[in-house]
């Protein structure tokens, strides 16, 4: 009773949040107040500790640094760059957006890392190539994702050693090879995202003028502050990339893993932004007004929300039910479904896939089906619903658009057009792989 509660309160939230255009995060934090202290004896001082500081805290300072290359025209030059280099097919600059964020999640770039250096630009390339910025917010969340599941890539990796935990607690069942699994699960990945942009590039109206109209000139040089902001954001790069890239190489190299483990992509972007404040590079008054707070209250507010559901069980319900009420035939459906709900709400890595992963094993010895197939329809499931404006990655989508209006108009079109499209879409397409591989 109490998970239909939290989860109505969840729907509730967003429609009032919609409805009255009040911030979504406020109505998050009442309702986590009212459910998790007076109906579940929660402890104040617990359901505060529940506030998300670490993702408040990485949105804030990615957000701080990236301000100074908008304010000084470092973004907007850099922009202006890829788009004349795409000049001789503009149509395809969704694809090439989704390139780029594939081949820097396969380096080993966080998915968060990823959209926080990307969005910016995309939004900035949207506005001039005449591309409906839904598109392109796609576009880099499918490559960040799409990229991350690599074997070798930060996502690929814990999906590699859950599966694998999956089977030591199913001993008598023979495990599946972890590293060709994840491989699968990549390519699986990189078609479904090939074809969700092709539809979104050319099924939304707003994509039939790409390019249409617009001067590709070759942009002017970078002056010397912004030659020295690029420096810095490239260096941003390489600090928060070389370490976990040289710790999947070298695993057993003890300086490595300890620097690896003390690298944070929001301590490493305030210590560049620390810098570009000593090197003058914008006014902090500006780089500091940009700080889309709207968006940090909104995702906090939800993950406060988020932690009371988890601490009433809902997320272990919706597993356990999952497991025995599911005909075998709608499997692939219901894990795709439930996956992409869970995620919606929770972390991927840190909830749904410890939570449904070990339902797997037995649940394909049972059915017949492939587990790697299984494996790659929880996952794609759940990514499906990673542009959410709730989750990390949407808030930064959000948080790089230039005005409050147009934050606004591409909130509502990321949780009413891109969530429920992309999930319908994963579902099909998973029931189609797991009938293929069975």
């Known amino acids: 009773m109490m998970s239909v509660i939290i989860i109505a309160s969840i729907a509730i939230a967003v429609v009032l949040g919609y409805k009255t255009k009040i911030n979504t995060g406020f109505f998050c934090i009442l ?30 300072a990615v957000s701080v640094f990236y301000n100074f290359a908008a304010v000084n025209g470092t973004l907007e030059k850099l922009s202006s760059a890829l788009l004349y280099a795409c000049r001789s097919f503009p149509g395809l600059l969704p694809f090439a957006l989704f390139a780029v964020a594939v081949i820097l999640s396969v380096m080993g770039a966080a998915y968060f890392t990823v959209l926080a250096f990307l969005a910016p630009i995309t939004i900035l390339i949207c506005e001039e190539a005449n591309m409906d910025k839904l598109t392109g917010a796609v576009a880099i969340n499918c490559g960040a994702l799409a ?19 999956a089977y030591e607690a199913a001993p008598d069942l023979t495990p599946i090879d972890s590293f060709s699994s994840t491989l699968m699960m990549f390519g699986f990945a990189i078609l479904f995202s090939l074809i969700l942009i092709a539809i979104f ?14 001067e590709f000139k070759k942009p002017e040089a970078f002056d010397q502050k912004q030659k020295t902001t690029l420096t810095l954001m490239l260096l941003m790069m390489a600090v928060v990339l070389v370490f976990p890239v040289l710790k999947l190489l ?37 780089v500091i007004a940009r700080v889309p707070w709207n968006t940090i209250i909104m995702i906090a507010g939800a993950g406060m929300l988020i932690a009371v559901a988890v601490e009433a069980g809902t997320i272990d319900a919706l597993s356990a039910w999952i497991g025995s009420n599911v ?29 449904l992963f070990p339902l797997i094993p037995a649940l394909a010895a049972s059915t017949g089906l492939n587990p790697a197939a299984l494996f790659a329809c929880t996952v794609l499931g759940a990514q499906s619903s990673a542009i959410s404006p709730f989750s990390s990655g949407g808030s930064l989508i959000l ?40």
């Open 201 to 214: 590039r050319f099924g939304f109206k707003g994509n039939r003028n790409i390019g249409k109209g617009v």
């Open 327 to 355: 005909p075998t035939a709608l499997v692939p459906i219901a894990f795709s479904i439930v996956a992409a709900f869970m995620s919606f709400f929770s972390s991927t890595t840190g909830v749904v896939a410890p939570a």
């Open 31 to 60: 309702f986590a107040y009212l459910i998790g202290c007076f109906a579940m004896g929660m402890k104040p001082k617990s359901l505060i500790a529940c506030w998300p500081t670490n993702t408040m805290f990485v949105i804030l």
């Open 147 to 165: 990229g991350g599941n690599f074997p070798t890539a930060a996502l690929g990796v814990v999906f590699r050693g859950l599966m694998d935990t």
């Open 399 to 438: 948080g790089s658009c230039g005005n409050e209006e147009d934050r606004n108009a591409l909130f509502n079109r990321l949780l009413f057009v891109a969530v429920p499209f992309s999930v319908i879409v994963c579902a099909v397409y998973n029931l189609a792989v797991a009938m293929i591989l069975r």
């Open 250 to 286: 070298m695993p057993s190299n003890g300086f490595i893993g300890a620097v690896a483990g003390k690298i944070d992509v929001g301590l490493v972007a305030m210590c560049f932004t620390v810098a570009a404040l000593l090197l003058d590079l914008a006014p902090q008054k500006e």
